[in-house]
């Protein structure tokens, strides 16, 4: 009987309730929402964008809706963190939770995320449908909750998944998809230099071996084919309009600067200012800037070299430099020991400062569609020039590198003031941690190693950063995510 009572009131402890209350059952509250759970969508997130050679733009879209969907749910149990609906251009509004109901928060996030994520990556590739699901499945399963807790949380979750989805629909993301874009024509205007080995690097994913000819890989220019050009693995079908591979034949997303922003209000805001004019004169202004490239490409030094494939981060072969910057701030984590109402506030304003960031830039580089340094090397200084990276599909001015680490250093700033820290996004793949005297500086470091590749004029990243510091700064201003704001 001993035995039997101490069990008992073992329980009643354990449950958290008295005797008077043991009529209404065990209910004791769920455990508060671990950052892992969110952490571990980042880096999910980062492997379907590499798996599925998402570009940087649209790359930036979805890391963006994926973590509004997992700062909803944490923020909707939280008493400390501000929904973001009515904050963000065109959320009105979003379900909320039923009063005096019991969630677990964990079950709520993680819910809402997978049901994000399979309408955005509705037409992926089965593995990344799969994994999307293994992911939200495993976390759900793993608190444990209660039936009619389990059934309640899942439920909301998945209503404010559904509800982020339509209004990413609103976003003209559909509208811009297959629409023609006829480039402008003469000496100061950008031309794709895109070359076949490039193809290779680009076509890896998740599914098959299989190699089609409608590839772009298998379009090349008479006597440039090769055997190891042809071979193409796991090819994409061109019927794929919301997730369709980087194609380096074309141009890279010449309509995105018409996207609804997250923050910003027009793309004046934070407008750069015109590039030099244009000029092939020794003296110029222009000529000068293309100088610069020219001579840092014929002088690299081996630090400068690995500084510029570190920050490559190439579709394909990586979850894009947005991906970086995410998985840097998901490193954060454990470092800086954030819990996950911190962790949730710094993916959401970190990934909507760079989504912005894209489209800022994107707005810029086709008005000004400005000729890239390798065209312009070839054609005025020297026909054999190359640079060391191969130059992506889009035009120059303004680097999208400065302006999306601008962007995301400013933010990470702004929440944790100037700080060193390790960069070991690549260490997967060989390279050595990097470490850092301050988020600036990484952006700094990124935005020069653009020019090491030779692809971008000095003042391309020079502006560049201005142009991410001052997203950085509106979305800081404008998203209020503590309820004391």
Known sequence: MIGEGSMLKRGLVGCGIVVVAASM???VAPPPVDARILTDWMRAQYA???AERLSPPVASRVFAYGAVALYEGVAAGSPRLRSLAGQLNGLTELPRPQPRERYDWAIVAASAETTLLKVLFKEGLPATQVAIDQLGDSQIAARRASRPVHDRSTAYGAALGLAIADWATGDRFPETRGLAWKPPRGPRY???TAEPQQYIS??????SEGVSLQNPADTLTAGAAAERSLIVSRPKSARIKTLAALNPTGATEPYWGRLRPFVLTSMDECAPPPPPTYSEAPRSAFYRQVKAVYDTGNTLTPEQREIALYWADNPG???TPPGHWLLIASQLVGELHLDAERTAEMLVLTSAAMA???????HEKFSWSLVRPVTYVRRVIDPRWHTLISTPPFPEYTAGHAVQSGAAAGVLTALFGDRPFADSTHVSIGRPVRRFASFRAAADEAARSRLYGGLHYPISLQNGLAQGD???RKVVERIKTRASQ
Do not use: M, P, T, Y
């Open 25 to 27: 059952g065990c209910r």
């Open 48 to 50: 379907l964008v590499r």
């Open 190 to 192: 950008w031309v794709n």
């Open 202 to 207: 680009v076509s890896l994913s998740a599914q």
């Open 317 to 319: 072969e990586s979850g």
């Open 356 to 362: 912005d960031a894209f489209i800022s830039c994107w």
């Open 470 to 472: 001052c997203i950085a």
